[in-house]
């Protein structure tokens, strides 16, 4: 079984600060896929980043990146000069390469960016 | 391109309605899934589908709900009879080739029993 906590259900953000959304997982697969999907206001899921857990590299996208530290089992997302734009939930997930794996979601952090 | 297309984007029903949804995913994907989303339980996975076969239907809450695939192009999600505790969003998401890749989600249809 998979697990996903974000432990952080709110957050406020000064325009143009950087910030970090924290992310946990438990998973007892040794290969795995971590996302992060960010759901505006307008309730769509909209695909950021992607982590494998043999990525040697943190992944990058643009203004988003993705702190991996495999030992630590965390995934956190790291947003860079914020953006107004960027105020949201944001989700991470887990799925794990074997089989046929549900993604498991996790509960969410609303961020919030103040002018 | 086009994203994955749902519809309707909004529905309200009374409850003991059948209630169908539909979605057209991203062509040339070849996985679809079907999410619902409530405040209480958050996003979960209701079917699965890889080739227009179904391979996991595990988070179908009960035999209320069906889902279809009859082509590459097309799947519904229907609820037969409908009630209040349905009331969600629901979500179509279609990913390239299985369900370890990326999924791109369609806009969801909000739904509402009364």
């Known amino acids: 079984a998979q697990k996903i906590t974000q432990t952080q259900p709110g957050m406020f953000v000064q325009e143009k600060e950087a910030v970090t959304l924290d992310c946990t997982y438990d998973?007892?697969?040794?290969?795995?896929?971590l996302f992060w999907y960010k759901q505006p206001s307008s309730g769509e899921m909209i695909f950021l980043i992607y982590?494998?857990?043999?990525?040697?590299q943190n992944a990058t996208e643009g203004r988003y990146s993705l702190n991996f530290q495999k030992a630590r089992k965390s995934a956190n997302l790291v947003i860079s000069a914020s953006q107004l734009g960027d105020s949201a939930m944001y989700f991470c997930a887990i799925i794990s390469n074997f089989g046929n794996e549900k993604l498991t979601f996790g509960t969410g952090t609303r961020l919030t960016i103040i002018p | 391109d086009a994203g994955v297309i749902q519809s309707p984007r909004h529905e309200v029903t009374e409850m003991g309605q059948e209630v169908t949804l539909r979605c057209k995913p991203i062509s040339g994907h070849n996985s679809l899934f079907w999410y619902r989303q409530t405040m209480m339980r958050g996003l979960e996975l209701l079917i699965y589908f890889n080739n227009n076969v179904p391979i996991d239907d595990s988070g179908m809450p009960e035999d209320r709900f069906s889902a279809k695939m009859p082509n590459a192009s097309f799947s519904t999600l229907k609820i037969q009879p409908s009630e209040p505790r349905d009331s969600a969003v629901y979500f179509c998401a279609s990913s390239l080739r299985d369900s370890q890749d990326e999924q791109y989600f369609g806009p969801g249809t909000r739904l509402t029993v009364t």
């Open positions: 982590q494998g857990s043999y990525d040697q």
């Open positions: 998973t007892s697969d040794p290969s795995y896929g």
